[in-house]
C-alpha cells in the first residue's frame, strides 16, 4: 500500500514534508504522491499546506484503534502515573514489536531536563532496558531475525528515534586500543544482558541510547507471559544505573505487582461480561460520515487517578495539559462477530469523494486505513466477516486489504482470526504524540480568520486571567493584534465569560473579588450584574462583549470542550464595532464560530483519548 509508505515517510520527518521531498523519499512519481496526499486530505489525516503536507490530529485514531484493542493503557496507565509521581522520575509502558519495543504510555516530570520518548517510536530492543526482558521469551526464529538486522543495519538507521550505534563505546583503554572492525558496538552484549534479565527479572539501560541516560525495567506478567515492561527513566546527574537499580527496585517490584493484580481484575471481569463493540465507519471529515473515535473505554474512575491525570479544567499553570476523559462502559457483545454496523454513508462518502476528486482519490487507500479503525475496545480480536461488517466493506474488498495490511506487518492471523500489531503506532503516533493544544487548534483559527476577515484567538483561564494561547489577525490597516501570551482579566473578556461561565458559580464570582477596575466605563464591575451576564452566557452558549475592554472593541467567543464536556478553553472573533453590529456578530459571526469550536474539539478528543494534551 502506496499511501502507508507515504505517511511512514511523513513520520520519519516529524510530521511535516514537502510533496517532491515525499517523492524523492518514497520513490513515488509525483503524480501518486499528489494522488495519495490528497486522499488523506480528504480523510483528515494530512493537512495540505501550500507544498508541503502536514499529518493531522485525526490520523491519531489510527494509533488509538491499537491502544484501545491492547487494554493495557486503560488498565495500567493510573497505575504507571502513580509510580511516577511516587518516584519523581520519568515511568513508561513499553510492548514488543518484533526484535524492537515502543512505548504505549509515559509520565514525565515537569524538569528543565526532561526525559521522554514519543508514544509510538520503534526502538531496538538490544538499546533498551525493556528490550532484554522481552527477548527472554524469544524463539530462536526471533534471534536469527535480530542477527540478521543488526548485520544488515550495522548503524541502525532503520530506527530513526535513536542515535546511530556507531556511537563511541565506553569500554576504557583496552577497548579504544583495539582497531576499529573490532571494537564491540552498542548492543553487542544483548544475549549476554538478556539471559541475566532472566534470571533476575529486571534490566537496566546504562546509557544505551543517548550518554546520560540510565532506565530499570520490570515486565508485568499476564497469563505466565510478558504483556508488557514497566520503564523508569533516569539521567546520570541523578542516578547512576547501579543507583536507580539499588533505589527503585523494590518499590517498582511492588508496583509491578498491583499491576498483574489490576489486569488479573480486569480479565475476570470481561470473562464475566466483556467489554461492547464500537462501530467503525469512514474518516471522520465535514464531507465524510463523521469520526470514527469512540469515547474513552470505562477505566479508572477518576477518584483513583492522580491529579495529573484526572482531567482538569483549573488554572495550574503554563504546563497544565487538557485531560482524558473516560465514558460510559460499551455494550457487551455476544459473539466475536457481533459488532455495530458501519454509520450510514459510509459508502456514499467514498463514492462521492471519487466522484468529486475522481482519480486524485484512491479507494483502496481509504478502504484499507478505515479497516485498521475497525478494531477497538472489546474488538482485539476480529473475523473478517466482523471487519466487513464493522467498516460496510464487501467481504471480498476487506479480505484484500487485511492480506495487505499483514503483508507489511500491521495485522497478524492466527485461527482466522485477526489483530493490530504495534507497528501501527508507527503510523504518524509519535510526532503527533507531542502535539500541543494551540497546535491542534492553529489551522482551524486561521482557516476562520480567513472566511471572516477578522482576528481570531484561542485563550485558556490561569487564575482569574485569560491568557492567550493562540491568535490570527487580519491584514487590513485597523485589525485586533494580541500577542501569545498576554493575559487579560477574564471578567471583562468574552473569552473569559466563555469559560467561567462552564465553571461552579461561586468559582466564578471569584474573580470578581477585589473592586475590578471598569476599563471603559462599560465594563460590567457589579457583582449581582456579573452573576447574571454569565447566566445569560450558560443559556445561549456564547458570550459577546461590548467595549468592556477596550473602546471600539466587539467580541464573541464560544467555549472549547474536553472529552467529559468541560470546558478547557474558548475561541472568540475580535473586530471593531464598526465592522458588524452586535446583531450582525450573532446571526453572520458565531455560527461560523461554533463549527470552527465543533472542529477543534474533534481534533482535541481524538488527541487526548490516550495522552494528556498540553494546553499551552
Known amino acids: 500500500m502506496r499511501g502507508i509508505a507515504v505517511l511512514r515517510r511523513l513520520t520519519e520527518a516529524d510530521g511535516s514534508a514537502s510533496l517532491s521531498g515525499l517523492e524523492r523519499a518514497t520513490g513515488l512519481a509525483r503524480s501518486t504522491v499528489d494522488r495519495i496526499t490528497a486522499t488523506l486530505a480528504r480523510m483528515g489525516y494530512v493537512r495540505l499546506d501550500g507544498r508541503d503536507a502536514v499529518l493531522a490530529p485525526r490520523l491519531t485514531e489510527l494509533g488509538n484503534a491499537y491502544l484501545a484493542a491492547l487494554r493495557l493503557p486503560r488498565v495500567l496507565d493510573a497505575h504507571a502515573d502513580a509510580l511516577a509521581d511516587e518516584l519523581d522520575e520519568s515511568v513508561s509502558l513499553a510492548v514488543r514489536d518484533r526484535d524492537g519495543i515502543r512505548f ?63 556511537r563511541p563505546y565506553d569500554g576504557g583503554a583496552a577497548i579504544s586500543a583495539l582497531p576499529a572492525s573490532q571494537r564491540p558496538t552498542l548492543g553487542d552484549d544483548f544475549e549476554q544482558r538478556t539471559a541475566e534479565a532472566g534470571r533476575t527479572g529486571w534490566a537496566l539501560d546504562d546509557q544505551l541510547i543517548e550518554p546520560g541516560l ?105 504546563t497544565e495539559p487538557v485531560g482524558k476523559a473516560t465514558a460510559t462502559p460499551p455494550t457487551p457483545p455476544t459473539t466475536t462477530d457481533a459488532v455495530t454496523a458501519a454509520p ?39 473475523t473478517l466477516t466482523a471487519v466487513a461488517q464493522a467498516t460496510g ?158 473602546q471600539g472593541l466587539r467580541s464573541v467567543a464560544v467555549p472549547v470542550r474536553d472529552r467529559e464536556g468541560r470546558t478547557v478553553a474558548a475561541v472568540n472573533v475580535a473586530m471593531h464595532s464598526s465592522r458588524r453590529t452586535a446583531e450582525a456578530c450573532v446571526s453572520e459571526v458565531l455560527p461560523e464560530l461554533r463549527a470552527t469550536a465543533r472542529r477543534v474539539e474533534a481534533d482535541l478528543h481524538i488527541a487526548a483519548r490516550f495522552r494528556r494534551v498540553p494546553r499551552t
Open 104 to 166: 504505549v504510555h509515559q509520565t514525565t516530570r515537569r524538569r528543565a531536563m526532561s526525559l521522554r520518548f514519543r508514544i509510538g517510536d520503534l526502538l531496538p530492543a538490544e538499546r533498551t532496558a525493556p528490550g532484554p526482558l522481552f527477548a527472554s521469551e524469544w524463539s530462536e526464529e526471533d534471534w536469527t531475525h535480530w542477527r540478521e538486522r543488526r548485520a544488515a543495519d550495522p548503524e541502525d538507521r532503520g530506527f530513526p528515534a535513536v542515535p546511530a550505534r556507531s
Open 214 to 318: 540510565v532506565a530499570l525495567s520490570m515486565p508485568v506478567r499476564e497469563a505466565g507471559r510478558i504483556a508488557c515492561v514497566v520503564n523508569v527513566v533516569s539521567h546520570t546527574s541523578r542516578h547512576s544505573a547501579a543507583e536507580l537499580r539499588d533505589a527503585l527496585l523494590p518499590r517498582l517490584r511492588t508496583a509491578v505487582a498491583e499491576m498483574e493484580r489490576a489486569l488479573a481484575l480486569d480479565e475476570a471481569g470481561g470473562m464475566e461480561g466483556a467489554s461492547g463493540t464500537e462501530g467503525a465507519g469512514g474518516p471522520g471529515t465535514a464531507e465524510g460520515p463523521g469520526s470514527t473515535e469512540s469515547p474513552d473505554p470505562a477505566g479508572t474512575p477518576d477518584t483513583a487517578r492522580s491529579p495529573d491525570t484526572a482531567g482538569n479544567t483549573e488554572p495550574v499553570g503554563n
Open 344 to 382: 450510514p454513508g459510509l459508502a456514499d462518502w467514498t463514492g462521492a469523494s471519487k466522484q468529486e476528486l475522481g482519480r486524485e482519490f484512491i479507494e483502496s487507500l481509504a478502504r484499507g486505513l478505515t479497516v485498521i479503525t475497525a478494531f477497538g475496545e472489546g474488538r482485539s480480536e476480529l
Open 393 to 550: 466493506l464487501a467481504r471480498a474488498t476487506a479480505r484484500r486489504a487485511l492480506i495487505t495490511l499483514e503483508h507489511l506487518g500491521y495485522v497478524t492471523t492466527h485461527d482466522r482470526v485477526f489483530r493490530l500489531t504495534p507497528r501501527v503506532l508507527g503510523l504518524g503516533f509519535p510526532p503527533l504524540s507531542r502535539t500541543t493544544f494551540p497546535e491542534i487548534a492553529a489551522p482551524h483559527l486561521t482557516d476562520l480568520s480567513q472566511r471572516l476577515h477578522d482576528s481570531v484567538s484561542l485563550a485558556v483561564l490561569t487564575g482569574d486571567e485569560i491568557q492567550y494561547t493562540g491568535h490570527v489577525s487580519t491584514r487590513g490597516i485597523m485589525s485586533v493584534h494580541v500577542a501569545v501570551g498576554t493575559r487579560l482579566p477574564a471578567y471583562a473578556t468574552s473569552l473569559g465569560r466563555a469559560i467561567l461561565a462552564d465553571l461552579p458559580p461561586a468559582q466564578a464570582m471569584e474573580t470578581m473579588a477585589g473592586a475590578p477596575e471598569s476599563a471603559t466605563g462599560r465594563t460590567i464591575t457589579d457583582p449581582e450584574r456579573f452573576r447574571a451576564e454569565l447566566d445569560r452566557v450558560r443559556a445561549a452558549g456564547y458570550a459577546l462583549v461590548e467595549e468592556e475592554l477596550e
